[in-house]
């Protein structure tokens, strides 16, 4: 007898109601290392018990954690922003070729717009790579409903599946109906040589295997109804994918429509079949032009966007200038400068270097406000891990007068390589960690250095000074940067030395240590109007017309540092 | 033809509460048996950028994003970022701006701005008063639910 089951309705983001989904499909394992627009996923997933779920050190280690979970024979999942597949890609390429035994669906989120990521890749073109199969919703209630296709799709093709958000779906919320948790058996695991270990001759054998999987993914990809057609008018047609679809429909609602759930393999017959029942069919898609390139290898006569539409995100009100073959010409909207939080920790060190005008070799993380004037001392940022081995090249060519700064969560990510690699290769440099103790730019998630897991519970915790010792530093010095002539003194005497030194810059992110001090007081008649104050950056401290300042107490926390910035005393300590 | 669906815009700076905001008036909805899709635009809103969000309800919503032109409500929590984005709104919008200078008199401290705003927005939908205030007690944890139900009264009564 069917029990009926309430529907609920909540409204969730699309991470969450992919997290959702997941959980009534019954994953068991789930790896992620944070990162916009994918955060909130594995957020979600702590949540639910029956979840084995972790912020792993990094992407690699995550996807291997959640890869072997499925070999091993349970339901797992892995997720990421885009460049962190580029991290797992290793890993990515060569599980396409052995398969997986139980489901085994692989997240990554997109962001077109680069509202807080490096840069825009579009990873529709790393499945084509990597080979694997390729879902994309369009809303919350589609990731809800896809990433429980994802894993039947896994397991009957056995291999791993690509499921992709874009940031506006990850972030969109929308009523979504709340299932129950389905708990499937575990699949049985038997070694297998030929399966699971990729020496040459199997590796071979397994990439025939792959290609042969590939031609049934196809087939399967002409019949599903993830590709669905939609028949209106048959003057307009669109073919689109992901939230790129709804701005179409919104635009076009009377248009004919093929929408594609499983963008690759690419339903080729069903699209050579749509576009002949429709008169100008239009492919409507962000950044890449993907479908458009696999309908031109096919010979599908389509109409396209100009190529200026391939940078930014795609907005509803795009989708006429597409369709009239329009150049994108759109005025940026003035949005206000991001800064360091009042208090934060970073801003003392900031300060400092750009007083000694070193060059900083940076990376990312809040810190990376650090490279906006008037603080100006941070000078590059590439790719998370970077600080310290950019610092490397740049001490090579430009001498001491350069230091590196990393991030406390991304040195463990991915920073402590560069550090054994300064070691190894006899490069006398100076490294400063920003020990802020939480993985601040992404919204405050702990990782090994914290001792704390995603769950809340204590573990075993990293000691950076020891992890840094042992990698082959020779000095390595613990400060609190709020003593900010302590800390010039020592940073000048390290560069003088030829010694490898870390100094690790620790003082807790003030999203997490929300103790306040007094704010400081203001004493107009000390004032001389030099400025100094305001080059710290600081949110709390505002310059007034009359060119005086105001602390403004209702954000300030007291850390003081323009007390102490300020050479006339027209600024005091309240305590 | 499709229905129309009713589009708010809510705009302001980062840590400002703009999300909770959008939150509320996007339960609302829901809970009155509307689709209901939410969404924000912000770079680093934690660190004082700008940020926007963008609430559409109807029978069937599909972009997420607003029109240019085409919002109905503009919701903001800042004056500069008031003018810079009325022109979102459609000729026959509305921008509720004018709670927003009347909040400095209305609330102690400031406290609480965004509710009070949602308070103001929610006596021009035809929401009922009960689903306005099941969504604020939803997006709102136990601490300082009934502060915000207070406010979010007192921005509804002030719309005359
Ligand atoms: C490969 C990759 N993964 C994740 C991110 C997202 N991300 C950017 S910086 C960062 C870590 C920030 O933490 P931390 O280094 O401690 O610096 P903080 O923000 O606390 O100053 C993360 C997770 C990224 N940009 N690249």
Redesign the interface.
């Known amino acids: 007898m069917k029990k009926s089951v309430p529907r609920i309705s909540s409204l969730l983001s699309g991470d969450e109601a992919l997290a959702q989904g997941a959980y009534e499909a019954g994953v068991k394992i789930a790896a992620s290392y944070p990162g916009t627009p994918a955060t909130e996923i594995m957020e979600y997933m702590a949540g639910f018990d029956e979840v084995d779920c972790q912020w792993s050190v990094n992407e690699k280690v995550a996807y291997e954690v959640a890869y072997s979970g499925a070999v091993a024979g349970v339901r797992t999942l892995f997720s990421a922003k885009h460049v962190g597949l580029n991290v797992a890609m290793d890993s990515i390429m060569t599980s396409a070729y052995t398969g997986i035994n139980a489901g085994f669906v692989v997240v990554t989120c997109d962001e077109p717009g680069l509202h807080s990521s490096q840069n825009e890749q579009d990873n529709r073109l790393l499945a084509r790579i990597a080979k694997l199969p390729l879902l994309e919703p369009s809303s919350p209630s589609e990731a809800k409903e896809l990433v429980i296709k994802a894993f039947e799709i896994s397991e009957k093709f056995d291999t791993p599946v690509i499921l992709r958000l874009t940031t506006r779906i990850a972030h969109t919320k929308e009523n979504v109906v709340l299932g129950k948790r389905r708990e499937p058996q575990n699949k049985h695991y038997h070694p297998c040589f030929e399966k699971y270990v990729m020496v040459p001759k199997n590796a071979g054998a397994r990439h025939i295997e792959l290609e042969e999987r590939l031609v049934r993914l196809k087939r399967y990809s002409e019949v599903s109804r993830l590709n669905s057609v939609e028949m209106g008018d048959r003057k307009t047609g669109f073919i689109a994918a992901g939230v790129s679809y709804l701005y179409a429909k919104e635009m076009y609602p009377n248009a004919s429509f093929l929408k594609l759930g499983m963008s690759y393999p690419f339903p080729e017959e069903k699209i050579r079949d749509f576009v002949k029942k429709v008169r100008t069919v239009h492919v409507i898609e962000e950044l890449e032009p993907f479908i458009e390139e696999q309908c031109k290898i096919a010979g599908i006569k389509i109409r396209t966007k100009d190529p200026s539409f391939r940078t930014g995100e795609l907005r509803p009100e795009y989708i006429p200038l597409i369709v009239s073959g329009k150049k994108k010409n759109v005025p940026s909207k003035p949005s206000r400068k991001p800064v360091l939080c009042p208090g934060c920790s970073h801003r003392p060190l900031f300060w400092i270097l750009n007083k000694l005008k070193l060059n900083v070799a940076g990376d990312i993380g809040c810190y990376t406000l650090g490279a906006s004037a008037p603080l100006s001392a941070l000078h590059t940022c590439l790719c998370m891990g970077s600080g310290d081995t950019i610092l490397e090249g740049f001490t090579k060519v430009l001498g001491r007068n350069v230091v590196g700064v990393i991030g406390d969560s991304t040195f463990v990510h991915s920073g402590i390589t560069g550090l054994i690699n300064l070691a190894y290769n006899k490069t006398n440099a100076v490294l400063i960690i920003l020990d802020n103790s939480t993985t601040g730019m992404t919204g405050s998630q702990p990782h090994p250095a914290t001792g704390i897991t995603i769950k809340g519970e204590k573990t075993k915790k990293l000691i950076l000074e020891d992890v840094c010792k042992a990698a082959g530093a020779d000095n390595v010095d613990v400060i609190d940067p709020f003593r900010i002539k302590d800390l010039e003194a020592l940073i000048k005497k390290r560069i003088g030395e030829d010694k490898l030194s870390v100094i690790i810059s620790r003082y807790p992110c003030r999203l997490v240590d929300r103790r306040k001090n007094a704010a400081p007081i203001f004493v107009q008649d000390k004032c001389k109007k030099c400025g100094l104050c305001l080059k710290i950056d600081c949110p709390s401290v505002m310059k007034q017309t009359d060119g005086y300042v105001s602390i403004d107490r209702t954000t300030c926390v007291g850390c003081n540092l323009c007390v102490d910035v300020c050479p006339f005393g027209a600024i005091i300590k309240n305590d | 033809?499709?229905e129309r669906t009713t589009d708010i815009l809510f705009c302001g700076?980062?840590g400002q509460g703009i999300l909770k905001a959008s939150?509320i008036c996007?339960?609302a909805a829901?809970l009155s048996g509307f689709?209901?899709?939410?969404?924000?635009?912000?770079?680093?809103a934690?660190?004082?950028?700008?940020v926007e969000s963008h609430v559409r309800y109807g029978k069937k919503?599909?972009?997420?994003?607003t029109?240019?032109g085409g919002v109905d409500f503009l919701v903001p929590l800042d004056l500069s970022e008031s003018e810079?984005m009325s022109r979102e709104l459609k000729k026959t919008g509305k921008n509720l701006v004018e709670y927003l200078k009347i909040s400095g008199e209305l609330l102690e401290?400031g406290f609480f701005l965004n509710t009070f705003m949602v308070g103001a927005l929610s006596k021009y939908l035809s929401l009922s008063e009960k689903n306005w205030v099941k969504a604020v007690r939803q997006v709102f944890d136990g601490k300082h639910l009934d502060a915000n139900i207070e406010v979010f009264m007192k921005g509804r009564d002030a719309v005359i």
Do not use: C, D, W, Y
């Not at chain 2, 934690?46 to 700008?50: D, F």
């Not at chain 2, 919503?61 to 994003?65: A, D, H, W």
């Open positions: 033809m499709i700076t980062g939150e996007a339960v829901m689709h209901s899709k939410k969404t924000e635009v912000h770079g680093m934690q660190r004082g950028g700008s919503v599909f972009s997420p994003l029109l240019p810079k401290n």
